[in-house]
């Protein structure tokens, strides 16, 4: 049985992560505070955030900036988007 959580993200109960996707507290706070529908929606922004503005992840900065877009889209603010991005109807 899967576990729910308030999504910080949709504000209403939804299915949880399996476990912590990132290590330490950020991936607690997410675990416990993001649906793993807005965590799977978050994945394919940054893959295209990635792609789209050729971040190298060895890069401290290309991490800094990720991360501030993750923290942002998860609790619903205005995040950078990539060009032509058009983000799914609920």
Known sequence: M???V???KYGTELPGLDAPPV???LG???F???SARAWGEWQEV????????HLNML?????RF???QMKRFLAGEAYERPAGYVPPRD
Not at 46 to 53: A, D, F, S
Not at 59 to 63: H, K, N, P, T
Request: charge should be negative; proline fraction near 3%.
């Open 28 to 30: 607690q706070d997410i």
């Open 32 to 34: 416990e505070n993001v």
């Open 59 to 63: 890069d401290l900065e290309a991490r």
């Open 23 to 25: 290590p330490g507290a």
């Open 2 to 4: 899967s576990r729910s």
């Open 66 to 68: 990720l991360t501030d």
């Open 6 to 8: 308030l999504c910080r």
């Open 46 to 53: 940054q893959t295209m955030l990635i792609n789209e503005r």
